[in-house]
């Protein structure tokens, strides 16, 4: 029974990224997409915190989304992946159901 | 690619309303009751849980007229009567608050943070304004 | 698989239009079916036809529409939202003694009940919002 | 005190612009002049009159109209802003060839120069938003 | 010089409060308007924040948006000065400027 | 009631733009620009300060075409031509985002937090979207 949890905020602007990962566990995804692709970004204050999650969820982020804000070259947390649409789509068809966290 | 858990009609599926946001600031919450309202007629397994800010939407004395909006707090309490009855708030998300079950309009099943991943586990769909 | 799509926000101002846009063409790509995408609160703002943006910019609007109109995909405008944010088709212009409306092409404005419709048929449902 | 009022999101959805308005009536109630109300961004939708809110509500279009009608004062929907979002005068109709109307009495669509200039002529700015 | 600062959001979901409070100082003034009114009731987990916050700076908050919330009678915290919609009209008029942290 | 500090006409104010948000996931970043753009026509006296995710708005390299938005991140550097100069960022922004200077599309003044307050103080009128 897998969730796919999507944020699309800036954890530096709102604090749903918080809210989402304290409540998420075993066998759940979490892909940020809009500004929340920021984070994906190693180096940030949130890259701790990321890594955490890691350990339990598995971190996609909407390449898309990365190269709009100028992080197509980024280096990015070794845990998150890159998905394109497509691969948005295969997320959300794959998993049990999908919370968007607004 | 085909999923055959659910076929259409007849299955009864399990919805579980997230509240997460302050009433009154923005529309998110008023028009998220609309949605359970209406939805009740579905005859699905409705939930609603409130988190975070969402226990606000709960709060006791509130009186928007005041300010010229809608008093729609009273309809949690008319959602009995729309067999919507599994209302479930995070009781850390009313701790940090420095709120209690007392401070809220209607009877709801207190539960822990821990348990809200057991909860969205069981669901089918879940709408979160 | 069967998928429907919400959208809570209007065109320009957030991303989630062009978010839910983006997400539903890879669908359609993908041999899905997105059986509906409901406009919840602003994002019933989606379907006014009056828009003119600016000519290097993207035509939030028309392309929607160009996706209705290509892939049968249900745009459904809800009517109550439509009613406080001013989105207006024939039938409610009259309903509600208005002298003018602006509804877009392959747009149609109904209830609530539809966004549940959808989660209720749909495999999966995603969101798009603020 | 000669007072200017900028808000920046849209009717229903967020509190903006019923927070405006209620700022205004104890500005003027108070003796103040309030110049210029600019609306920017989601806050243009504000300014149509395709709007019928239900009847127990509010109708915020309809209270910002009468007191433009009563106190006179200058309601501005930025014309960049209108285009995006689809909210259209005469003038806006004929110049982008469009075959409706929707704005709404006492407001009028002009430059975000007058943004700036009601920043330059007030004594005071204050900005509701979401 | 003083500056009236206008916080709309709840603390709990922006990190507006935070962002505003760190770069204010002697003679600025905070009112909560909206969302924000919440964080006035004394007991939230913001309540300390806001009480080193008031040794420097003077915080109001709009009673409208409080009662709106269900927290007219509520006890708020200290140093926290109610206000009416009459009121903020006074106090955008007192200060030299008005910075909305939007 | 009254302030004559500044008679309408002549009198030049200080406008400082506060930028706070990223680019793209809303429009606030483009519509402050284009405001700055309009403004710098009056002739007033104009900072921009770009704090917590307004530095976003400078970062080198947005390619937001990929999502078909319009790039208009190339304006900032025009904004010398409008005499539009003098551009802030606060440095604790840059550094809990991994960010330096050399990120940014235009030459910046940086400066530390602690001074945020001080040019703040000294403006006449605050436009924060």
């Known amino acids: 029974m897998s969730t796919l949890n999507i944020i699309n905020k800036s954890p530096f602007e709102k604090r749903t990224l918080d809210q989402c990962l304290k409540r998420i566990g075993e066998g759940d995804s979490v892909l940020l997409i809009e500004d929340a692709a920021i984070c994906a970004v190693a180096g940030t204050a949130y890259a701790e915190q990321l890594i955490a999650a890691s350990k339990q969820s598995k971190l996609y982020v909407l390449q898309p989304d990365l190269q709009a804000r100028g992080f197509a070259e980024a280096a990015l947390l070794d845990s998150m992946e890159q998905v394109d649409y497509e691969g948005f789509v295969n997320l959300v068809v794959t998993h049990d159901r999908v919370h968007s966290w607004l | ?129 | 698989m069967k998928l429907a799509v919400l959208v809570n926000e209007g065109p320009y101002q957030h991303q989630a239009s062009d978010s839910a846009y983006q997400f539903v063409m890879a669908a359609l790509a993908a041999g899905h079916e997105v059986m509906r995408v409901f406009f919840y609160h602003d994002g019933v703002n989606n379907g006014t036809r009056l828009t003119t943006p600016p000519q290097d910019d993207r035509n939030i609007q028309k392309r929607w529409s160009a996706l209705a109109d290509e892939h049968k995909v249900d745009l459904v405008l809800c009517v109550a939202a439509c009613q406080r944010r001013g989105i207006v088709d024939e039938e409610e212009m009259k309903r509600n003694g208005k002298d003018a409306s602006n509804i877009a092409e392959g747009f149609r404005i109904s209830g609530l009940g539809q966004l549940v419709e959808a989660g209720v048929e749909a495999d999966r449902l995603v969101t798009f919002g603020d």
Chains 1, 5 share one sequence.
């Open chain 2, 1 to 129: 690619m085909e999923d055959d858990e659910y076929q259409e009609g007849g299955e009864i599926k399990k919805f579980l309303y997230v509240n997460r946001r302050l009433p009154h600031g923005t529309a998110y919450a008023i028009e998220s009751l609309e949605t359970v309202l209406i939805g009740a007629a579905f005859d699905q397994d409705v939930s609603m849980l409130f988190i975070d800010d969402g226990v606000y939407q709960l709060k006791k004395e509130q009186a928007p007229d005041c300010i010229d909006f809608k008093n729609f707090s009273k309809t949690y309490r008319a959602l009995e009567m729309y067999d919507v009855e599994k209302l479930y708030v995070e009781r850390e998300s009313l701790e940090e608050r420095g709120l209690t079950t007392d401070d809220l309009l209607v009877v709801v099943e207190l539960i822990p943070g821990s348990e809200v991943k057991a909860l969205v586990d069981q669901q089918d769909v879940i709408l979160s304004f």
